[in-house]
């Protein structure tokens, strides 16, 4: 009977190390996936740190020019503007490999005055760890709610301004369109602008300086955030390159 008991020990033993050693491997697995999601992330965070960075000087460009044109409105010409662009440039092209190429050349065009710079940061990868839930499986609290803000509130509220600025700049296309209307000949950008700015359009163009300035301010919190996020992750998971 002895005997038979301890055997029965002996199996069972063998069968709940087993298990042990099973799940052992299963969370040592499932931790090992959780590192590697997160550490994705990580690289996704810094390729929108690098964007930003850009994004930021080029709306602080696009904010400077806007403010040297309000301040000296009455004597400043199409040409100065375009100069102004020249050596604070926000216009640009993306060539190859996604290099950014920056507009110096001009042909009588509006668009140093309408140009909004879209916000297009990267969130594949969060979306891909929102909806497999693997967000929800980062055990420091601060962690995940800090990458939870900086991908929800603080990038709508980018967005926002950003959209902001994209109504004001349509505005003030709109007025160069509405001016050059009232001729029943061809009359250019820069005559219309040299010429006939007014009142209008020194408010439109005041309206996107201050909303400019806002978003530098918002644009700079988030960069912030964004690198408080890279710190977090790099001291709990792996030193980030």
Known sequence: MKKYLAEGLVIFASIFASFSVENIRQNSIEKEILNEAVITL????????????????????????????????????????????????YIYNIVENGLIEYKKQYNDEYYVFTWWNAWEPEDVFFQSMLYSGKLLEIKNKKLRKEIESIYTKQEERVNGMALLTKEVTENIADWFEFEKNKFDKDVSNTEIFNKYKNQKLKNLINRNRNLLSARVNDIENYLQALNNVVLLISSEYKQLD
Do not use: A, C, W
């Open 42 to 89: 990580g690289d996704e965070i810094e390729s929108n740190i690098k964007f930003t960075k850009e994004h930021l000087k080029q709306v602080k460009n696009f904010h400077y020019v806007m403010e040297r044109i309000f301040n000296d409105f009455e004597n400043i010409s199409m040409n100065d503007v375009y100069n102004l662009h020249s050596n604070n440039p």
